[in-house]
């Protein structure tokens, strides 16, 4: 069974840091891409950010490019995404997900398996 379990969520003030955590079967992980999206109450699912399945490729939503940072580390099967100069529009329910494929998407479509979520919160 696919499991993906995120961490790392919680209350900050807006300019502050954050630093979420993915972790993940061996299995569930290696050669595949992995995304983080966002969802904020009334709104869609969007894409925050992803890797590629060896961290040489990411790319990052207009929104947070320049604050936010995508890393993995295949030996510990765990994906992070830090979260700087926060914003109060950067409050949302954070999820990862694991594509079907090893190369770095933004499309939600192609993404297979997804965490629970972490909850983000960003007081102004």
């Known amino acids: 069974q696919v499991r993906l379990v995120e961490s790392g969520g919680g209350l900050v003030q807006a300019g502050g840091s954050l630093r979420l955590s993915c972790a993940a079967s061996?299995?569930?992980?290696?050669?595949?891409?992995l995304g983080w999206f966002r969802q904020a109450p009334g709104k869609e699912r969007e894409f925050v950010a992803t890797?590629?399945?060896?961290?040489?490729?990411?790319d990052y939503a207009p929104s947070v490019k320049g604050r936010f940072t995508i890393s993995r580390d295949n030996a510990k099967n765990t994906v992070l995404l830090q979260m700087n100069s926060l914003k109060p529009e950067d409050t949302a329910v954070y999820y990862c997900?694991?594509?079907?494929?090893?190369?770095?998407?933004?499309?939600?479509?192609?993404?297979?398996?997804w965490g629970q979520g972490t909850q983000v919160t960003v007081s102004s």
């Open positions: 061996e299995r569930t992980f290696n050669g595949y891409a």
């Open positions: 890797t590629n399945w060896d961290g040489t490729n990411t």
């Open positions: 997900a694991r594509t079907r494929a090893s190369w770095a998407s933004h499309d939600l479509s192609e993404y297979l398996y």
